[in-house]
């Protein structure tokens, strides 16, 4: 897709409804203020149902980790959480990258472009998401005007979502509004199913800890350490000791690769030599590999759940036993093997002695995920070579003992480059995937963006604090 074709579309942009850029500096106080704000409007929608849904009791999800990238919350207002706005910047993200749309964003009119038509197809994907969640009868309704309700408030509060992303990128608040939300969103999750006091079939409370000091005080009324293990590894994916602690160990593990780097030594030419060291982090792709092969699985569950809520009951369940089958056991319905089955991963520990392959196969299919989203993402992205050196080339740097040339610099750099690529997808890859497995609280995939996401707030916050204190670095 040209850039000219976005150009047609600039009517269609100036049309969109607008957050108005701060006229005069914002100060730290009222940024976080405005953050404070924006993250109290998001908690309400997640917690007020949709009309006319009942409300669901509060309990234990498990499909979780769907919603960790979308930051969603099923049956609310949150519906749709950010999605129509992580799928329209990962789509623009890599038609830009990989050259489809010649743009530079260096340029201001470029760049305009480029954020205009990402909006545009952040309402076109609310508009389409919302029609499929309100007319495809995943809701169980029939009314003709129930489904209108429902979509109407799904696009309404996807609009208000995409506006308060806007409001805090513009300047009035910290960060970017998608970040925000995941984090507040796995941050939710991680205190509610550790403190959950809401009781389960096993007898115990939802939440981990404080299932771990209701079999504490059991075992002391009844001298037994039955009750105790009952709580180390629970039925059915909830909330356990071994949750606990793998969602500690994740913290630990990723807090201490986040740190771990290559660094690249560098001059400075126009400063008689100045030298400096440019830092390849081993966790070069970030949480990227995780987020994409999580989107990939939402979007091949919902659509699973959509199938299934429509032809399960037909003829055609005979030809989509192999991608999607649940069996109805006590009135549940139960994920057999099938595609979707292999692609969720197992609640904790018990689930995997269950279905040991099940595990494997996940695992294998979690992590070569990773690794082709992470290959991908650095070709696509600028993060490649040939970019990085000519970005390197551009800022005036060359490497000692080496002449200041492209390919030379690109050379060097695929010694590095190539090899972290490979093994950071793969390292967050069996993280996310064994943290899974071991029924990580908050899930792996939730841990990860949570850290990296709150190691990008402490860089914005200490920036701020600096700008306010000396305005001259403004």
């Given at each position: 897709?040209?850039?000219?074709?976005?150009?047609?579309?600039?009517?269609?942009m100036?049309?969109?409804?607008?957050?108005?850029?701060?006229?005069?500096?914002?100060?730290?106080?009222?940024?976080?203020?405005?953050t404070?704000?924006?993250?109290?409007?998001?908690?309400?929608?997640?917690?007020?149902?949709?009309?006319?849904?009942?409300?669901?009791?509060?309990?234990?999800?498990?499909?979780?980790?769907?919603?960790?990238?979308?930051?969603?919350?099923?049956?609310?207002?949150?519906?749709?959480?950010?999605?129509?706005?992580?799928?329209?910047?990962?789509?623009f993200?890599?038609?830009?990258?990989?050259?489809?749309?010649?743009?530079?964003?260096?340029?201001?009119?470029?760049?305009?472009?480029?954020?205009?038509?990402?909006?545009?197809?952040?309402?076109?994907?609310?508009?389409?998401?919302?029609?499929?969640?309100?007319?495809?009868?995943?809701?169980?309704?029939?009314?003709?005007?129930?489904?209108?309700?429902?979509?109407?408030?799904?696009?309404?509060?996807?609009?208000?979502?995409?506006?308060?992303?806007?409001?805090?990128?513009?300047g009035?608040?910290?960060?970017?509004?998608?970040?925000?939300?995941?984090?507040?969103?796995?941050?939710?999750q991680?205190?509610?199913?550790?403190?959950?006091?809401?009781?389960?079939?096993?007898?115990?409370?939802?939440?981990?800890?404080?299932?771990?000091?209701?079999?504490?005080?059991?075992?002391?009324?009844?001298?037994?350490i039955?009750?105790?293990?009952?709580?180390?590894?629970?039925?059915?994916?909830?909330?356990?000791?071994?949750?606990?602690?793998?969602?500690?160990?994740?913290?630990?593990?990723?807090?201490?690769?986040?740190?771990?780097?290559?660094?690249?030594?560098?001059?400075?030419?126009?400063?008689?030599?100045?030298?400096?060291?440019?830092?390849?982090?081993?966790?070069?792709?970030?949480?990227?590999?995780?987020?994409?092969?999580?989107?990939?699985?939402?979007?091949?569950?919902m659509?699973?759940?959509?199938?299934?809520?429509?032809?399960?009951?037909?003829?055609?369940?005979?030809?989509?036993?192999?991608?999607?089958?649940?069996?109805?056991?006590?009135?549940?319905?139960?994920?057999?093997?099938?595609?979707?089955?292999?692609?969720?991963?197992?609640?904790?520990?018990?689930?995997?002695?269950?279905?040991?392959?099940?595990?494997?196969?996940?695992?294998?299919?979690?992590?070569?995920?990773?690794?082709?989203?992470?290959?991908?993402?650095?070709?696509?992205?600028?993060?490649?070579?040939?970019?990085?050196?000519e970005?390197?080339?551009?800022?005036?740097?060359?490497?000692?003992?080496?002449?200041?040339?492209?390919?030379?610099?690109?050379?060097?750099?695929?010694?590095y480059?190539?090899?972290?690529?490979i093994?950071?997808g793969?390292?967050?890859?069996?993280?996310?995937?064994?943290?899974?497995?071991?029924?990580?609280?908050?899930?792996?995939?939730?841990?990860?963006?949570?850290?990296?996401?709150?190691?990008?707030?402490?860089?914005?916050?200490?920036?701020?604090?600096?700008?306010?204190?000396y305005?001259?670095?403004?």
């Amino acid at each position: 897709m040209p850039s000219r074709v976005l150009s047609t579309l600039k009517p269609f942009m100036q049309i969109l409804p607008e957050v108005p850029k701060p006229t005069r500096p914002v100060t730290f106080r009222e940024k976080l203020l405005w953050t404070g704000l924006v993250l109290t409007i998001y908690f309400i929608m997640c917690e007020v149902t949709l009309y006319p849904l009942s409300p669901q009791q509060p309990g234990f999800e498990r499909f979780f980790f769907l919603r960790l990238i979308f930051a969603s919350r099923r049956g609310t207002l949150a519906e749709l959480g950010i999605g129509p706005i992580v799928t329209a910047g990962l789509i623009f993200q890599l038609l830009v990258g990989s050259r489809i749309l010649d743009l530079d964003l260096s340029d201001p009119e470029d760049r305009a472009l480029f954020t205009g038509g990402q909006k545009l197809f952040a309402f076109l994907f609310a508009l389409l998401e919302s029609s499929v969640y309100a007319f495809s009868g995943i809701y169980g309704l029939t009314s003709i005007s129930a489904k209108f309700a429902i979509f109407m408030q799904l696009f309404a509060a996807s609009i208000l979502i995409i506006l308060m992303d806007e409001m805090i990128q513009k300047g009035w608040g910290l960060g970017s509004g998608v970040s925000l939300f995941i984090a507040a969103g796995v941050a939710q999750q991680i205190f509610w199913l550790c403190f959950a006091p809401y009781p389960m079939d096993d007898g115990y409370p939802l939440g981990a800890l404080l299932a771990f000091f209701s079999a504490i005080a059991a075992s002391v009324r009844t001298h037994s350490i039955e009750p105790l293990k009952n709580v180390i590894v629970r039925p059915h994916g909830l909330p356990d000791v071994v949750g606990f602690l793998s969602m500690i160990g994740i913290f630990l593990l990723i807090s201490y690769l986040e740190g771990v780097r290559v660094e690249l030594p560098v001059v400075y030419s126009r400063y008689r030599g100045l030298r400096a060291k440019i830092p390849f982090k081993f966790l070069y792709v970030s949480n990227v590999p995780v987020i994409l092969t999580g989107a990939l699985s939402a979007n091949i569950m919902m659509f699973a759940q959509i199938l299934w809520s429509r032809y399960s009951n037909t003829s055609a369940i005979k030809y989509i036993k192999w991608f999607v089958y649940y069996e109805n056991v006590n009135g549940t319905n139960v994920l057999r093997p099938s595609l979707v089955y292999y692609l969720s991963p197992p609640g904790n520990l018990s689930d995997v002695a269950a279905d040991p392959m099940r595990a494997l196969i996940y695992l294998l299919l979690f992590t070569m995920l990773c690794v082709f989203f992470a290959i991908a993402w650095v070709e696509t992205s600028g993060m490649d070579p040939e970019t990085q050196a000519e970005q390197i080339v551009r800022a005036g740097l060359q490497i000692p003992g080496f002449r200041r040339s492209e390919r030379i610099v690109a050379a060097i750099l695929r010694r590095y480059i190539p090899s972290l690529t490979i093994l950071s997808g793969l390292a967050v890859g069996l993280i996310a995937a064994v943290a899974d497995m071991l029924g990580a609280i908050g899930t792996g995939m939730g841990i990860l963006l949570l850290i990296d996401i709150l190691l990008q707030y402490q860089a914005i916050m200490m920036q701020e604090r600096a700008l306010e204190m000396y305005p001259l670095l403004r």
